[in-house]
């Protein structure tokens, strides 16, 4: 995700061609097409404005013969039905499960930043304990039917920080990733808001069991650093970890846990970190255009000090800067070899791959990797890319050739016909994508919100969450803004190809 306002500042510049090692490789159906032109898609994919079944209000375009209906709208005072307070905005990252008491359990992050002279959590009103209570983020669970109907919604983790996304484990838990360094031990972000008045580190992973009764306990040895999201392997037993350092290269990292989480339940700390790198090519500018289906070999490089506190006296503004703290991990691989990407965000895990968006990806090379980049760190209107976790071979599955055809991908998933579904998160219109396994670029949703209190656009509120139900019949997914909002949509996907 993008971090607040810094949504103002990207830049989409057009994807050229450029160098990378093109070594065939386990992708080339996916990618056949990916490189060259998009063609016009069927007629039966264009579309056309739906009614929203909640109020007979057009949020969405959608495929003929496609349905949805929104819920925990909070511009318009939803709320949680235990407890009663208002549903968080900023909806995010998003999984489902199956059980409970309806036919589909979310869990839904809220990328809620650090208000001005610090606040109790915004989670406040809940019994939960916080992990610190002058920390607004957290998560929310909802379980709902197929269509859309909350039946219960409680808070599930609070007193985090811009929990942006994360990723479904197979044992029945949602990990959620904090995308900021802040903490009361470094100054402040580039809101200029203080961070004096937090009482703990932030920056690491929190698993959400889906049934809540969450720990509040990070998994530092999993990093301190801007997390996106993450994927687990269930076969290598390994979490990947995408990071979305907005004006630095980000890496691409694997976590091995000291426990096995498929027999335990959960996911322990005290785990080795991994950065990813390119066989022979140490510091390869990934993030940079590349060729047609290029493929590297990668291997993995230790991060040594995975987690950081610096020095501070409580009560006043640290010394130590931001960005020091943004790359402290990613510097420690670079320092290996460690590759270089834009913005990493959406992972999902499919069949013996993980998928990865690179937001900024594809476009004419940064030359600058110290300081931070105003527009963030990348020229390209965005990357899709597959590590297949058997051979640890990674292939470029699409780049961008420009933002009429794919404009700054973030969340991913898949369907179960192995379809990709990408949300976009630009400043002009915003799509959900779907990315079949012949290559072909198509549109699935197109947002068409206008705000119930002034009535102007928000078509360039981003898309993001989105997770199907574990029947594949709806596709859950939020919008991510100040008003946050979740869809449930359904309707003939094997007709789209879906």
Not at 23 to 28: A, H, I, K
Not at 301 to 316: C, H, S
């Amino acid at each position: 995700m993008t971090e607040l306002d810094r949504r103002s500042v990207l830049k989409a510049g057009a994807a050229a061609a450029g160098g990378g090692l093109v070594l065939g490789g386990p992708f080339q159906g996916l990618v056949a097409q990916a490189a060259g032109a998009v063609g016009s898609a069927p007629d039966f994919r264009a579309l056309r404005a739906v009614p929203d079944q909640r109020d007979g209000k057009v949020r969405l375009f959608l495929p003929e013969g496609f349905s949805y209906r929104s819920f925990d709208d909070n511009e318009v005072g939803a709320t949680l039905t235990e407890g009663g307070a208002p549903v968080p905005g900023r909806h995010d990252g998003m999984g489902a499960f199956s059980g409970g008491g309806a036919d589909v359990t979310l869990v839904r992050n809220h990328e809620l930043p650090l208000p001005a002279g610090g606040n109790t959590s915004a989670f406040g009103t809940a019994v939960r304990t916080p992990y610190d209570a002058k920390a607004p983020g957290g998560t929310t669970t909802v379980e709902t039917s197929l269509q859309g109907e909350v039946l219960r919604s409680y808070i599930s983790l609070n007193g985090t920080l811009q929990n942006c996304s994360g990723g479904v484990m197979p044992w029945g838990s949602w990990m959620t990733c904090e995308e900021t360094v802040n903490g009361p031990d470094v100054a402040a972000d580039f809101t200029g808001i203080t961070n004096k008045f937090l009482q703990q580190r932030h920056g690491y992973v929190f698993e959400v069991p889906q049934g809540g009764g969450a720990g509040n306990s990070p998994i530092r040895s999993a990093g301190r650093f801007a997390h996106e999201s993450v994927a687990w392997d269930p076969q290598g037993k390994a979490l990947y970890l995408s990071e979305d350092n907005f004006g630095f290269p980000s890496g691409f990292y694997k976590y091995v846990p000291p426990n096995d989480p498929q027999a335990d339940g959960y996911l322990a700390d005290g785990g080795e970190l991994y950065m990813l790198a390119v066989k022979g090519a140490p510091n390869a500018n990934l993030a940079a255009a590349q060729q047609h289906r290029a493929t590297y070999q990668v291997e993995w490089k230790r991060i040594d000090e995975p987690d950081v506190a610096y020095p501070y006296t409580p009560g006043t503004d640290a010394t130590t800067l931001n960005d020091t703290a943004l790359v402290h991990v990613s510097s420690q691989g670079i320092a290996k070899g460690g590759a270089y990407f834009s913005r990493l965000e959406g992972t999902v895990y499919d069949g013996g791959t993980v998928f990865f968006t690179s937001t900024q990806g594809g476009g004419p090379a940064e030359t600058e990797f110290t300081t931070t980049v105003p527009g963030g760190f990348g020229n390209g209107s965005g990357q899709v890319w597959a590590l297949n976790t058997r051979s640890d071979t990674l292939q470029l599955v699409f780049e961008s050739p420009g933002p009429m055809t794919l404009d700054l991908p973030d969340n991913i998933t898949t369907s179960r016909r192995g379809t990709l579904v990408v949300c976009e998160d630009n400043v002009n219109d915003n799509f959900i994508r779907g990315l079949s396994r012949g290559g072909q670029l198509f549109d699935i949703a197109l947002n068409r919100l206008t705000s119930a209190i002034t009535g102007l656009s928000r078509s360039d509120d981003e898309f993001a969450g989105s997770t199907f139900s574990p029947d594949g019949h709806t596709l859950f997914v939020n919008i991510q803004a100040k008003s946050g909002m979740t869809f449930a949509i359904w309707g003939p996907w094997e007709r789209i190809g879906v």
